[in-house]
């Protein structure tokens, strides 16, 4: 067999690439940070944090560059690519994640959060901040949770179906705006043709899966996984045994839970129950 050809010696995580190909951008036409940022517009320290990884930048300042340097959308490409990156995610999720984005089809079960996929801006934000992250930290983790949401996006995306807990649709977040976005991002994605959501309401009952977020991947392979989720731990589950057993119980909630239908009616009728914003 012949030598595998080491084509460049750059990183291979879509996120490190971007930061390396910015600044050898930057570096062969001799410009220092304070140059780029005469020529192009924004401010010289917000390509420093994007050279070194700390922040992804936004599309209008990326497509600003490929357009100075001319290098067609090859930035923005690599910006997409690193928005989707696995690796900015904690260890323990990693391998969910490669498997989520191959996935055939998915299944959730929302106990306490709205899934992940289908979480506003804002509720992403609360949500991270609450569970201490901060500064770049968390504007890492925002960009790449909302970077998740494309999975659901597009004409070739794979179906999707959440039985959400009406504890997670009663809780709410201290913003209130932020929260009416989110019901209203909910209403929005549930007539989407791939998108099926269900409301479980209180009076179903304890069942088998009351306090454990859990999510079924249909792969390339066709085998199915799972990932339970609770406040003190995660676990990818690919034991054929045990993702049956999570199955039987994910049938039996979805047995008890409002048609899709029904479910966003009730998601417009706790939008009808918010209070309306004060116009002074």
């Given at each position: 067999m012949p030598q595998r050809l080491v084509v460049t010696e750059m990183s291979h995580e879509p996120r490190k690439r971007f930061a390396e190909e910015l600044r050898r951008l930057r570096t062969e036409r001799g410009l220092a940070l304070r140059d780029l940022s005469r020529e192009v517009g924004w401010d010289a320290s917000q390509f420093g944090k994007m050279e070194s990884g700390s922040t992804l930048g936004g599309p209008e300042v990326v497509q600003a560059l490929d357009q100075y340097y001319g290098t067609g959308l090859f930035l923005l490409t690599l910006w997409e690519l690193a928005l989707g990156d696995p690796t900015q995610f904690k260890e323990q999720y990693r391998r969910y994640f490669l498997l989520e984005a191959e996935a055939l089809s998915l299944w959730h079960y929302a106990a306490s959060a709205?899934?992940?996929?289908?979480?506003?801006?804002?509720?992403?934000?609360?949500?991270?901040?609450?569970?201490?992250?901060?500064?770049?930290e968390l504007e890492q983790q925002v960009e790449a949770r909302m970077g998740r949401r494309k999975l659901l996006e597009g004409d070739d995306a794979p179906p999707f179906r959440a039985i959400i807990s009406e504890a997670v649709l009663r809780m709410g977040l201290r913003d209130k705006q932020a929260w009416r976005a989110q019901l209203e991002f909910l209403a929005e994605v549930a007539?989407?043709?791939?998108?099926?959501?269900?409301?479980?309401?209180?009076?179903?009952?304890?069942?088998?899966?009351?306090?454990?977020?859990?999510?079924?991947l249909k792969l390339l392979d066709g085998r199915t996984v799972a990932y339970a989720e609770n406040d003190v731990r995660g676990e990818l589950i690919e034991e054929t045994e045990r993702v049956e057993q999570l199955q039987r119980a994910y049938d039996a909630v979805r047995d008890q839970a409002l048609s899709p239908a029904e479910s966003r009616m009730f998601v417009l009728r706790m939008l009808e129950e918010l209070p309306c914003e004060s116009s002074t």
């Amino acid at each position: 067999m012949p030598q595998r050809l080491v084509v460049t010696e750059m990183s291979h995580e879509p996120r490190k690439r971007f930061a390396e190909e910015l600044r050898r951008l930057r570096t062969e036409r001799g410009l220092a940070l304070r140059d780029l940022s005469r020529e192009v517009g924004w401010d010289a320290s917000q390509f420093g944090k994007m050279e070194s990884g700390s922040t992804l930048g936004g599309p209008e300042v990326v497509q600003a560059l490929d357009q100075y340097y001319g290098t067609g959308l090859f930035l923005l490409t690599l910006w997409e690519l690193a928005l989707g990156d696995p690796t900015q995610f904690k260890e323990q999720y990693r391998r969910y994640f490669l498997l989520e984005a191959e996935a055939l089809s998915l299944w959730h079960y929302a106990a306490s959060a709205p899934p992940g996929l289908l979480q506003a801006d804002g509720y992403v934000r609360e949500a991270l901040a609450a569970g201490g992250a901060k500064g770049e930290e968390l504007e890492q983790q925002v960009e790449a949770r909302m970077g998740r949401r494309k999975l659901l996006e597009g004409d070739d995306a794979p179906p999707f179906r959440a039985i959400i807990s009406e504890a997670v649709l009663r809780m709410g977040l201290r913003d209130k705006q932020a929260w009416r976005a989110q019901l209203e991002f909910l209403a929005e994605v549930a007539e989407r043709p791939n998108v099926t959501i269900h409301v479980l309401p209180f009076a179903s009952g304890v069942h088998g899966l009351s306090n454990t977020n859990t999510m079924f991947l249909k792969l390339l392979d066709g085998r199915t996984v799972a990932y339970a989720e609770n406040d003190v731990r995660g676990e990818l589950i690919e034991e054929t045994e045990r993702v049956e057993q999570l199955q039987r119980a994910y049938d039996a909630v979805r047995d008890q839970a409002l048609s899709p239908a029904e479910s966003r009616m009730f998601v417009l009728r706790m939008l009808e129950e918010l209070p309306c914003e004060s116009s002074t």
